[in-house]
């Protein structure tokens, strides 16, 4: 899957974007926000950087990725239908009754889903287990884990990351979605988490700091984490929530609403779906 | 009665009075974790912005926090969903709050199934067990608005950490403006025979349409409202137990360690008697919409009118 170019990784993420908002607009509720923001890392990482059969979810060496967010759900369902894991028209049942693509992710192999999550500030340390698995047996593969500003307000998330730098887990990479929002506003006006690259060096991690809205410094940066030795990494995107359509960026109220019908109309002009 | 239907949800009920209850209590000190404009807390942190403190996502740091203020002399609400007052920081409000016995009010949003589409992780189905087993712990789990604002009115005077369990949902009323909670005190909203039916919370209402719907098959249930589970109304579980040959629970919470089990432990030690326990059973809820869930897991009226008919 390295052979993506960036304009194809771009437009994989405008794809996600896509059907993040008809998820989210058909299921006349859930979380788009930062699903919006984080779809360029989490495109990068699924596209161009996660060794992963679509075909055979179950594949011991895949490399695993852990969706901390929970409720970024459908950026995660997004990814998982385009990779071809499971049909893209399932995706339609997002949220509804009997669906397997709940509200927050559940545990659910053959769809790819590797952790149950919604529950904010317990992946990082899951992350943690599955890099402890692989020293155990003898793997190569990689953890992933998509870890939020909101979401690190938990002192949960600082227990792991000392774990992961106290283990020297280089097979370990956090990506953060830092897009200044959380449910009841900015950062700054609810809990400032600021500096975030400071702290994670302060606990021994590699931190890169990066646009993560910028597909270049994405895929350079999954690099350089790879080829980091003897400590963990966080790749620190910038982002902008809602990231893609003018009327959502930055604008927290846009975290957890579905869109009405204009704005889902706006959406998917500006996201370049012809109607 | 000249009083106007409220058909609000719980939480909504609950910020409303909590940010008029501000005006003429000012020892109120009000936390929340991030989820303000949910549990409505919001409508207080307006009013009385220097009295609001919202820690961001973290909830055992709300419990800890709450303890401070409340050694201090404070009267503390601490809001966020159940799951996360009741599951995450279950420890810190064990140790730290009702261990040294301090006036905190765990007053949490979004219980039970009635969630809806965020699905089984936050879908609050444990937490009157978890608070129940605390010791010195008070439950209350309140029916309707006027119900919760009752409640409301009891908290702010009396003294020591009570768990108030809120709902997301709209529930219409079961009672009007008049009326006064008292701690410990079912309260009898029809009086049937042969059949009795304890219920909690959103699903009350549900109880009492239920027994409309058996009526018209000849069964007349009684209808108990269980809005105080810790301390319970002992009295009546054995006065009902006597005048009843068969008794029903029904709760939006696991069926272990909820209100069937408070009024089992009653009747086992008191007034043995045969309980069905309604609500759900031992597993995790899913995402759909509350309507979907409750038909789904009988807990709406027909369910729970075609349970008891299946029982008798
Ligand atoms: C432990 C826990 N507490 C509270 C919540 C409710 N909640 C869901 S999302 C959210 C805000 C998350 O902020 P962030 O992680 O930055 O995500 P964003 O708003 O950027 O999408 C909150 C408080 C939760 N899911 N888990
Ligand atoms: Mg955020």
Redesign the pocket.
Known sequence: MQTQSIQELTNIARHLRINIIKMVHNAGCG?F??AF?SADMLTGLFFYKLNYRPDDPFWEDRDRFVLS????SAGLYAALAKLGVFNEKELMGFRKFGTPLQGHPKFNLKYGIEMST????QGLSIGNGMALAARLKNKNYRVYSLE????SE?GMVWEGIMTAAHYKLDNRCVLF?L?N???DGYMSDVMNIHPVADKFRAFNWHAIEIDGNDMQQICAALDEAAATKGRPTAIIGKTI?GKGVSIFENKPKY??VAPTDEEFKTAMQELGVQS | MTNEPLNIATRVAYGKKLAGLGETHPEIVVLD???SCSTKTDLFAKKFPNRFFNVG?A?QDLMGTAAGLAQCGFTVFAS??TI?ATG?AWEIVRQSIAYPGFNVKICSTHSGITVGEDGASHQSLEDIALMRVIPGMKVLVPADAHQTMGMMEFMVKDKGPTFMRLGRAEVKDVFDSDYRFTLGKGEVLKQGREICIFATGYVVRAALDAAQLLASKGVQPTVVNMGSIKPIDEALIVQMASQHRLLFSVEEHSVIGGLGSAIAEVLTAKAPQRLIRLGMQDEFGQSGTGAELLKHYRLDAQGIADSISGCI
């Not at chain 1, 967010?69 to 970024?72: A, I, N, Q, T």
Request: a negative charge; aromatic letters at 6%.
């Open positions: 979380h926000g930062g923001s967010s929970g409720h970024m919604g529950s904010l500030g939020t500003d909101g979401g938990s979605d897009n929002v959380q449910i929530m975290h957890g | 974790a991030d989820l996502i909830e966020t969903f996360f995450r």
